[in-house]
């Protein structure tokens, strides 16, 4: 081989070198693996503003765990989970985070709660080589990751992403009945952004432009001025980027006025708390959703099961809480599972990557991440409280 044709090769190689996968390079723990347990840690709302959240998610957590270690666990190890109060709180998540990596060794972060708690923790879990697995919060953070950043390969989200989910439902509703006047109240956080965000680009995109747009900040429980500006403005729906208390607050001072406009939620508000508090003032709300929430008395099979033994062990009936955090860890024990008895950080990530799909009880659409972003799908449906119950309105959405 002539000289230059060396040259040329090793320049080549050299250049492959410099432009290998970020996946190629991404540090993935293996603390918290031995040969008789996994270590996994979550932090929720325990005592803060979504407690109504966190305390179900992490029964639902618990229960899961129970029943798979009554197994024999995942190929003989048995799954333990530390569990912190984050009291939806960034910099009580930060600490949280910490003291779970350098202290608890843990493998994995399963579950964690809230947009803005996640964002502010999820460096510490990347630096550490940890994995963040299916968070409870749909913010586009949890999936999408930059290919020059490898460690943010470690993040996967099986729930519907708010902005998708957004807009399925908006423009569903919006043809349907004719809305020609939107408008939105929202949380001022990442969640609330994004919530805002598929709110403007489903708008944009059907030549609409919105009525009105409101925020309050986190925590809020006064929403008169925001209601009596969006009725001010002529709304004729309202979008909520809400939790449970800010969605009945803001229908019920809609209520007081006399205003009587039609109101849809984001994922957040689809949960049993809010027919079940909110009563008549929230009567035909209409809510984006990924599953159908069941009930006891008209369940059949395993979630029939699954319903009376949620209840038979924690004393209150499940809810859409409590079927997100049982699946958090159904999901990721299925995941690990597939990486096999010879379990490493390095096999769960690509078992995760693996495109094999996992299927739950509650016919979720199936888990299965995507190859450009770790989004497991974005399959919508919208459903509305009726006569205090939710009943599905529309199935298999999509923008």
Same mark, same amino acid.
């Given at each position: 081989?002539?000289?230059?044709?060396?040259?040329?090769?090793?320049?080549? =190689?050299? &250049?492959? +070198?410099?432009? $290998?996968? *970020? #996946?190629?390079? /991404?540090?993935?723990?293996?603390?918290?693996?031995?040969?008789?347990?996994?270590?996994?840690?979550?932090?929720?709302?325990?005592?803060?503003?979504?407690?109504?959240?966190?305390?179900?998610?992490?029964?639902?957590?618990?229960?899961?765990?129970?029943?798979?270690?009554?197994?024999?666990?995942?190929?003989?190890?048995?799954?333990?989970?530390?569990?912190?109060?984050?009291?939806?709180?960034?910099?009580?998540?930060?600490?949280?985070?910490?003291?779970?990596?350098?202290?608890?060794?843990?493998?994995?972060?399963?579950?964690?709660?809230?947009?803005?708690?996640?964002?502010?923790?999820?460096?510490?879990?990347?630096?550490? =080589?940890? &994995?963040? +697995?299916?968070? $409870?919060? *749909? #913010?586009?953070? /949890?999936?999408?990751?930059?290919?020059?950043?490898?460690?943010?390969?470690?993040?996967?989200?099986?729930?519907?992403?708010?902005?998708?989910?957004?807009?399925?439902?908006?423009?569903?509703?919006?043809?349907?009945?004719?809305?020609?006047?939107?408008?939105?109240?929202?949380?001022?956080?990442?969640?609330?952004?994004?919530?805002?965000?598929?709110?403007?680009?489903?708008?944009?995109?059907?030549?609409?432009?919105?009525?009105?747009?409101?925020?309050?900040?986190?925590?809020?429980?006064?929403?008169?001025?925001?209601?009596?500006?969006?009725?001010?403005?002529?709304?004729?729906?309202?979008?909520?980027?809400?939790?449970?208390?800010?969605?009945?607050?803001?229908?019920?001072? *809609?209520?007081?006025?006399?205003?009587?406009?039609?109101?849809?939620?984001?994922?957040?508000?689809?949960?049993?708390?809010?027919?079940?508090?909110?009563?008549?003032?929230?009567?035909?709300?209409?809510?984006?959703?990924?599953?159908?929430?069941?009930?006891?008395?008209?369940?059949?099979?395993?979630?029939?099961?699954?319903?009376?033994?949620?209840?038979?062990?924690?004393?209150?009936?499940?809810?859409?809480?409590?079927?997100?955090?049982?699946?958090?860890?159904?999901?990721?024990?299925?995941?690990?599972?597939?990486?096999?008895?010879?379990?490493?950080?390095?096999?769960?990530?690509?078992?995760?990557?693996?495109?094999?799909?996992?299927?739950?009880?509650?016919?979720?659409?199936?888990?299965?991440?995507?190859?450009?972003?770790?989004?497991?799908?974005?399959?919508?449906?919208?459903?509305?409280?009726?006569?205090?119950?939710?009943?599905?309105?529309?199935?298999?959405?999509?923008?």
């Amino acid at each position: 081989m002539s000289k230059s044709l060396k040259a040329l090769g090793l320049a080549i =190689g050299a &250049l492959a +070198l410099t432009h $290998l996968p *970020a #996946a190629a390079q /991404t540090k993935v723990t293996n603390e918290g693996i031995s040969p008789t347990e996994i270590v996994i840690g979550t932090h929720q709302d325990l005592s803060g503003p979504i407690k109504v959240w966190g305390v179900p998610v992490s029964n639902g957590m618990k229960m899961a765990i129970e029943e798979i270690n009554a197994a024999g666990g995942i190929n003989g190890r048995k799954l333990r989970m530390i569990l912190e109060d984050n009291g939806y709180d960034p910099k009580r998540a930060v600490l949280a985070s910490q003291k779970m990596v350098e202290r608890d060794k843990i493998f994995a972060m399963v579950g964690p709660m809230g947009s803005p708690t996640v964002l502010a923790a999820q460096d510490v879990l990347f630096d550490a =080589g940890v &994995l963040q +697995l299916f968070p $409870l919060t *749909a #913010a586009e953070f /949890t999936f999408k990751f930059d290919p020059s950043k490898p460690q943010e390969r470690l993040k996967f989200n099986n729930l519907l992403p708010y902005v998708e989910s957004t807009r399925a439902a908006l423009k569903f509703l919006m043809q349907a009945k004719d809305f020609k006047k939107p408008c939105i109240m929202h949380q001022d956080d990442e969640y609330g952004k994004n919530v805002l965000d598929g709110f403007n680009q489903q708008l944009e995109a059907m030549k609409v432009q919105p009525a009105s747009i409101t925020s309050y900040k986190r925590g809020a429980s006064d929403f008169s001025a925001q209601v009596a500006k969006m009725k001010s403005d002529g709304c004729d729906l309202v979008l909520l980027g809400t939790v449970i208390r800010e969605t009945i607050g803001a229908m019920t001072e *809609a209520r007081k006025l006399g205003w009587d406009v039609t109101f849809l939620g984001a994922t957040p508000t689809n949960v049993l708390e809010v027919p079940t508090l909110g009563k008549e003032a929230v009567e035909g709300l209409y809510a984006a959703s990924g599953f159908e929430i069941p009930y006891e008395d008209t369940a059949k099979g395993k979630v029939k099961d699954w319903l009376a033994n949620y209840k038979k062990m924690f004393g209150t009936d499940a809810n859409t809480q409590a079927i997100i955090g049982y699946n958090a860890i159904e999901t990721f024990a299925y995941y690990v599972n597939k990486a096999g008895k010879d379990l490493t950080g390095q096999k769960v990530l690509e078992a995760l990557e693996s495109g094999d799909k996992f299927l739950d009880i509650f016919n979720s659409p199936p888990t299965k991440f995507s190859t450009t972003d770790h989004l497991a799908n974005t399959i919508t449906q919208v459903q509305q409280i009726q006569n205090g119950r939710w009943v599905l309105v529309r199935d298999s959405l999509s923008f």
